[in-house]
Every structure is written in C-alpha cells, then in structure tokens.
C-alpha cells in the first residue's frame, strides 16, 4: 500500500507532507517523493528519491521551504522497479502539473500509446505516468483541474487514489478515488488529503473519507 499526503493552507507545506509521510512509513515502501507549489505559473518544484524517506530529506533545499501546497507520495514498485525515475510524483511535460497515485490502472498502455501519438513525451515505466499526461491535456481543454480530473476518471480502468496540483491553481489540490482510501482532514486555515487518517492526526481530528467515485477539490 502507497502512502499518500496532500496539504494546502498558511504553514510550510514541506513540514507537513514530510511527517504524513513518516506516520505512514508502517505501510512499507521502496521510494518517495514530493511535489510542491512555488510561484503561480512556475514549474512545480519536485524531489523524487529511491529508497527510505531520508534519501528524499537529503535531496530537498532551499527551494522547497516558502511553499504552502503540496502532495508527498511513499511508493511500493508495480509499474517499473524502485527506481529516482519512476518514483512518483509524475509530472506534466510542461513541468506544472504533478499526480501522485495508489492503484493500478489497468489499461495505461493503450492511454501511453495514444497519448505519445500525440506528442507527450514519457520518462518512466509506470502507468501513473499516463494520468499525468491526460490530466494535462483535458485541463488545458477544460480550463479547470476538477473538472479535468472528473473527465479522467471516466477514461481509467482500474483501482486507484489520485491527487494532482498544478502551479496554476496554487492553493488548490484535486482528489479522487475509487476502490482504494483516500480521506481528507480538516483543519483551520489549512486542509489534508491522505491514504490514512494518521498521516494528519496531530494537526486535526476532523475527517471526511470520500465515497466511491468522488472526487473532492480542496483549498485552505
């Protein structure tokens, strides 16, 4: 089981994905990552390591300490093995949108086929890296990540969580699940998305568990 983290409000977002990470870390993993929000219109700021959770703190600097949104993905490998590269988040070829998956979605390789057919460039093996790609595009058509998401999720098949940002939108993550956990948490001021209520238990005990097929857009 992956373990997933998303947070918006007026704290440091690194501080907080980085302990939701650590409190899922029991679910086992083989790599880890972040991906931030820094000034709207920029390329996300990302971090992406094989191996425990403190191979990601070592990489991280000071780009990643002004940002008040992010998600932060702890990876088991299905798609591709345990490597920096297919490692999540995956990110949009233009560098603002980045996804962070638990799942599987069964039918990635006819979505890569058609998707390198039209010009996307792909650099792992997974198959979230397809969700990424499509998600970029129908935001660009819809002009809205929700609704982008929303209009995603009817193309994929399978199981899955997913969270997306995107620079964008900079307070705003977009969640949705289906047959696999995702809650969000609470707070005042601030919000989380996680696989498990533990990864915000310290900062709110308020939590919503999305139902099957929803999808779920959070600000601070």
Request: hydrophobic content about 35%; some cysteine.
């Amino acid at each position: 089981m992956c373990g997933i983290v998303g947070y918006t409000g007026s704290n440091p977002a690194l501080a907080r994905v980085i302990e939701g990470l650590r409190r899922l870390e029991y679910r086992g993993y083989d790599s880890a990552g972040i991906a931030l929000v820094g000034n709207p219109g920029d390329p996300l700021v990302v971090a992406k390591k094989a191996g425990k959770l403190a191979n990601l703190e070592n990489a991280l600097t000071s780009n990643y300490e002004h940002s008040t949104s992010g998600i932060g993905h702890t990876r088991w490998a299905t798609h591709g093995g345990p490597t920096d590269t297919n490692a999540h988040p995956h990110i949009s070829n233009d560098g603002k949108l980045a996804v962070i998956h638990n799942g599987i979605i069964e039918n990635y390789v006819e979505l890569k086929s058609d998707l390198q057919k039209r010009g996307h460039t792909f650099s792992s093996e997974t198959d979230t890296e397809s969700v990424a790609h499509l998600l970029s595009d129908e935001c660009a058509k819809l002009g809205n990540l929700a609704e982008a998401m929303r209009s995603v999720c009817k193309q994929l098949r399978g199981s899955f969580t997913l969270l997306a940002i995107h620079s964008d939108s900079p307070q705003t993550i977009i969640g949705a699940r289906r047959n696999s956990p995702l809650v969000v948490g609470v707070g005042k001021g601030e919000n989380f998305l996680a696989s498990d209520v533990s990864a915000f238990i310290s900062h709110t005990k308020k939590a919503l568990e999305l139902g099957q097929d929803q999808v779920v857009e959070v600000t601070p």
